[in-house]
Nanobody
């Protein structure tokens, strides 16, 4: 089992920045992949970005490339999502998730472990 705890989130005006963090604990393997998803009201949960901490490989959703950056502090077993140039359409609950080695899986069904979610609200 892997436990994920998200921190960060909040409210910001368009053009602003926020940083989310996801701390992993439990049976974390060297192949673990950590991803971020988001879900806006009335919409399906969608993939945002993923990283394999052990290799540094990343995979981004096109709409966030150049604005969002995922990184990892392996000593802390923590993954960060730096979000810049935020837009109102980025408003959603953001979830941290993990699977055992599938970096380019974008379906939520490809992830086995989930955090509790954190709200990000971007006002215009």
């Amino acid at each position: 089992q892997v436990q994920l705890v998200e921190l960060g989130g909040g409210s910001v005006q368009a053009g602003g920045s926020l940083r989310l963090s996801c701390a992993a604990s439990g049976r974390t393997s060297s192949t673990l992949v950590v991803g971020w998803f988001r879900q806006a009201p009335g919409k399906d949960r969608e993939f945002v970005v993923s990283i394999q901490p052990n290799t540094g490989r990343t995979y981004y959703r096109n709409s966030v490339k150049g604005r969002f950056t995922i990184s990892t502090d392996n000593a802390k077993n923590t993954v960060y999502l730096q979000m810049n140039s935020l837009k109102p359409e980025d408003t959603a609950v953001y979830y941290c998730a993990a699977n055992e080695g599938y970096l380019e899986v974008i379906s939520q069904h490809g992830y086995d472990y989930w955090g509790q979610g954190t709200q990000v609200t971007v006002s215009s």
